[in-house]
């Protein structure tokens, strides 16, 4: 089993910055791939941000230049800066994760229970 623990979320005035954190556990093997997706009230949930074991980032137009993804390896986290936030980044941010389960040898696509992000004056 492996378990993904989201923090950092809140209340942040427009131009502000949030730092979310995920934290994997469990029977891991290897993570290969993190993405942070994000849906606000009403709207379908969206990939924000992807990371790809090697180095490959990936970040949807809206938010390019302004949120960076990164990862500790050794502490199987990954983080997602979050800078020059507006009202319309206002949402719940998930991490997902493509991770090798240490005891089967299969890959397991797991989720965060999400965190919100609210960005208001």
């Known amino acids: 089993q492996v378990q993904l623990v989201e923090s950092g979320g809140g209340l942040v005035q427009p131009g502000g910055s949030l730092r979310l954190s995920c934290a994997a556990s469990?029977?891991?093997?290897?993570?290969?791939?993190v993405n942070w997706y994000r849906q606000a009230p009403g709207k379908q949930r969206e990939l924000v941000a992807r990371?790809?074991?090697?180095?490959?980032?990936n970040y949807v137009d809206s938010v390019k230049g302004r949120f960076t993804i990164s990862r500790d390896n050794a502490k199987n986290t990954v983080y997602l800066q979050m800078n020059s936030l507006k009202p319309e980044d206002t949402a719940v941010y998930y991490c997902?994760?493509?991770?090798?389960?240490?005891?089967?040898?299969?890959?397991?696509?797991?989720w965060g229970q999400g965190t919100l992000v609210t960005v208001s004056s």
């Open positions: 990371s790809i074991s090697g180095g490959s980032t």
């Open positions: 997902n994760e493509d991770i090798v389960d240490i005891s089967t040898g299969k890959l397991l696509d797991a």
């Open positions: 469990g029977s891991i093997f290897s993570i290969y791939a």
